[in-house]
């Protein structure tokens, strides 16, 4: 069967997909989903994921309790003003959550001083969807950047996406540099999804490849101890598109390394630029299209 670019992309990456995903056609069942009050829990056959109101952090595990990463749940978004030119990338607090059948959805308020932002995810037992993403203002704004899973303050965004070991086909155009990285690299970086090197991310990459996905795992207690690679390393997470951007995808990593022995964490966030100039109005949805 030949497929084309976009075909290519709504079969093989088309969410955030867990290992044997179901054969084409297949029915999946829902996730069963729980609203405990200060936190949303999530059982399905392959993962289990959790989400806390105190912290706005989620987790997702595998099947055998494994973490397999963390990270922030508000996305962040960098806007303009379409006056004076002022960026601003100010987080926002919680609002409202609810549930409806397996598609949570949570609002923040005071996003970038006083929009809002809502996001929904979307469970089944042999997946998980992060839905399009609205922000909701008065201003007149563009919108410059998106960011997912990544914490916004005044000054910078960062990533806040975690993981031992991250997979990044395209990541070099070089052989020498395996798409597979250890956090112990110690990458900080911006690098495309699914583009090419060059540009504002200033590495050589492969290019001309459907790569707009990347795939992430955790190992713990820490690397080089007993079974780190074999108990206690997670399944694997792959994180895809739906359909071919609006902007420019692009994936920062940040951290890891080693010091004195203490093994550090690393983050990443994946984050989309806008190739042209997009106004923010009542309920728009900037995350695709």
Request: hydrophobic share 35%.
């Amino acid at each position: 069967m030949l497929l084309d670019r976009r075909r290519f992309l709504q079969m093989s990456a088309s969410s955030l997909l867990l290992a044997e995903p179901a054969p084409n056609g297949a029915e999946t069942e829902p996730a069963v989903i729980g609203d405990t009050g200060n936190t949303i829990v999530v059982k399905a056959k392959k993962y289990s994921w959790r989400w806390s109101q105190n912290t706005d952090v989620f987790c997702l595990e595998d099947k055998q309790g494994r973490l397999i990463t963390e990270g922030s749940l508000q996305p962040a978004v960098l806007v303009k003003d379409s006056g004076d030119g002022v960026q601003r990338r100010s987080a926002g607090r919680f609002l409202s959550k609810s549930v409806k059948g397996n598609r949570p959805t949570v609002t923040y308020e005071g996003v970038n001083e006083e929009s809002k932002v809502m996001i929904a995810w979307r469970f089944d037992d042999d997946g998980l969807w992060f839905e399009p993403v609205v922000y909701e203002t008065g201003s007149a704004e563009d919108v410059v950047a998106l960011h997912y899973f990544a914490k916004a303050s005044a000054q910078e965004i960062n990533p806040t996406l975690r993981y031992s070991y991250l997979i990044q086909p395209g990541l070099s155009e070089s052989s020498v540099l395996s798409p597979i990285v250890p956090a112990l690299n110690g990458f900080n970086m911006t690098t495309w999804l699914g583009h090419g090197g060059g540009g504002v991310t200033g590495t050589f990459q492969q290019w001309g490849l459907p790569t707009h996905y990347f795939c992430v795992a955790v190992s713990e207690p820490a690397y080089n101890s007993r079974a780190s690679l074999k108990e206690h390393l997670s399944d694997t997470v792959c994180c895809g598109l739906a359909d071919l951007p609006a902007g420019d995808l692009l994936f920062q990593l940040k951290g890891g390394g080693s010091e004195g022995g203490t093994i550090h964490k690393a983050w990443h966030r994946p984050f989309g630029r806008r190739r042209s100039d997009y106004s923010a109005r009542h309920g728009q949805d900037i995350s695709n299209g």
